[in-house]
């Protein structure tokens, strides 16, 4: 009995800490804007192709992008969880046949940017510089309504939420360290031979 209630104790404790970690961690945490939400009432497999989509880009790039998704310019490319999804000649931009214009998924995606986006104002990030480096969805549990059948029977009627997490970065621009005068010397003695 007492082993019993150790596990539980630990299997509690596990599950209290576990849902306030980031799926990636950033090397340098000064340069970067986190911000995530927790059973987000939109379909995961349409969030989950959004996210797809605006992972990479600059925060400018992205606010255009889900701006034109929204006036249905271009469309969400789905690449996963496809099935029964419509063909758009707007996916060839992503190099993709079918694509969707998920509206509710993108309203997510936008506040949880602006989100963070205040997070980075907060720190005193430079916004020019920012870029999505990780936007994530993850299953959330499964919301449970009924539907009513014939004969007097009730099917479930489920809900598929999500969890949506985000890091901005700040891309920093690359400097090359200076040559030692003694490699600059033997490059210039070999040339001259």
Not at 24 to 29: H, L, N, S, V
Not at 116 to 130: E, P, Q, R
Not at 166 to 190: F, M, R, Y
Request: hydrophobic share 35%.
């Amino acid at each position: 009995a007492e082993y019993m209630g150790h596990l539980l104790s630990v299997y509690f404790f596990s599950v209290a800490t576990m849902g306030k970690r980031y799926m990636q961690e950033p090397k340098t945490p000064a340069k970067t804007a986190k911000a995530r939400a927790a059973d987000c009432r939109v379909s995961f497999k349409n969030t989950r192709n959004t996210v797809a989509v605006l992972k990479g880009m600059k925060l400018k790039q992205a606010n255009v992008f889900m701006r034109d998704v929204l006036a249905k310019k271009r469309c969400v490319p789905f690449t996963k969880y496809s099935t029964g999804v419509g063909n758009t000649s707007q996916a060839k931009e992503w190099g993709a046949t079918k694509g969707r214009w998920p509206k509710k998924s993108i309203e997510f995606a936008r506040n949880l940017i602006r989100n963070a986006t205040s997070n980075a104002v907060a720190k005193g990030l430079d916004l020019s510089t920012l870029y999505i480096s990780h936007f994530a969805a993850n299953r959330a549990q499964k919301q449970r309504r009924r539907i009513y059948r014939a004969h007097g029977r009730i099917n479930p009627f489920m809900s598929n939420p999500c969890h949506l997490e985000l890091i901005l970065k700040s891309k920093t621009k690359a400097v090359k360290p200076p040559e030692a005068d003694d490699k600059k010397k033997d490059k210039k003695a070999k040339t001259s031979k």
